[in-house]
């Protein structure tokens, strides 16, 4: 989300539009939202949606374990105490990673020279991963040593230094960089839970009318406190552009697919009284002096929401973003035979990985895999070679029922509402699936598997 408020309040917002009709996709498709940010945003979207996502984390089976493999539940793009617009600490992102048992955390600090960030929380911290990296030039790197003197040198040179061993290095925030090339490169963002924020403009204004507002603040509150998940899920939007880039980059080589958290814990608004007639709203990371000013003639509810506080008391205070939230919201699971930097780091780049909303239901035990269930011949991330009269299946399967779409090179070919899919190759390609789950009577994407490529 924006570290700044760059917004103006002419007046409350509508809080809602019209209700708009189901959208069945059109072939080939993915399936259309139903309802607008701010209509998810509404407290029966929200009650709805909560009694959705009960219902299916209730429901969940996983299937058997692949052999010889565990399915970690990891985060990438994680800031703690690494800036000035970071909120969180390290403390407080392990104790919320225990909270929704995250166990691998990779890191994303900020440079800040002459700080090695290397140097950070690296290994085991009360049973919970972490894997030191810096966002930097655009991308997430992850070297297996200090790459501190290549930090201000150009990105050529400092991806070539990343790389040594095995380290990593994912491009991040694709949506400004749709053209970047991948080379140096082991994967790429596929889904950003900023990019979701920073096309929403019309749900951060209203945000922000509503926290000035005597009555909206109070709904805003009691929507917070029962239905973190919903109202922090509200934004979301199928990944599209990330999407596009992923497939068309994965027909001339191995792309792994990670996802970004973005997470600072950072979008803690606060409303500070300055006199009867106005207040500052910014966030904990803002210096007050440099928060926004408003009036009773942008807002006219603002003195009653002062009447009775002192000047320079916090009259309200919202968490949008705690870390558990976050980090629940979008992650990416792995599949390695231990909890250890090197098996962890070695399955990230192999690509046997998968991303999840594990905040709609929990999708340990999700699979894609070449041949027989207990013994497949390769799983996502894998190349398969399809030998000439031979036959082979591609199975895809999941902890609930769920659409699931099948797409060959960028092209879905086949669809299905099942708990699993079944596909008979008969040609080479880049096989990957989405599955989605219905909630509020729209579909939300649940999973992305990494390809299987078929040679």
Known sequence: MRRRLQVGICGLLAAAAAWSQTQEPAPGEPPA?????????????????????????????????????NDYRGVFHAHAGDSDHTGGTPEEL????????VDVVFLSDHYRPPRDFMDGWR?????????????????????????????????????????RGAGMAFLSH????????????????????????????????????WIVDPDQSKALTRAVELFPEEVFGAQFDYPALYLAKWDRETAHRRIVGVNANDCHHNQVFVVIKVDDDSVRVGTIVDDPDEMRVLTAADAPGIPELVRGHEPGTVIGRYDLDPYWVSMRNSTTHILAPALDEASIRSAVAAGHVYVAHDWLADPTGFQFFVG???????????????EAGATAELTALFPLPATIRLIRSGEEI?????????????RPGVYRVEGWLEVDG???TWIYSNPVYVR
Request: net charge negative.
């Open 174 to 209: 694709v949506e400004a960089r749709v053209d970047h090339p991948m080379d140096g490169l082991t994967g790429m963002e596929i889904y950003n839970r900023h990019a979701d924020a920073l096309d929403d403009g019309d749900s951060m204004r209203a945000l922000v009318s």
């Open 123 to 163: 290994g085991l911290h009360d049973g919970v991963l972490f894997i030191p990296g810096s966002e930097a030039h655009g991308f997430l790197i992850h070297p297996e040593e200090s790459v501190v003197e290549h930090m201000r040198a150009d990105a050529g040179t400092l991806l070539r230094q990343v790389n």
């Open 94 to 101: 392990l104790r919320d990673a225990g909270r929704v048992d």
């Open 442 to 444: 729209e579909w939300r």
């Open 414 to 426: 086949a669809v299905t509402r099942a708990r699993s899919l079944t596909h008979r190759l008969d």
């Open 372 to 386: 027989e269930p207990g013994a497949p011949a390769a799983i996502m991330g894998d190349e398969w070679t399809l």
């Open 33 to 69: 939202r139903r309802w607008t940010t701010l209509e998810r945003l509404s407290a029966e979207r929200l009650a709805a949606a909560h009694a959705d996502v009960e219902r299916l984390r209730a429901a969940v089976q996983p299937p058997p374990p692949l052999p010889g493999l």
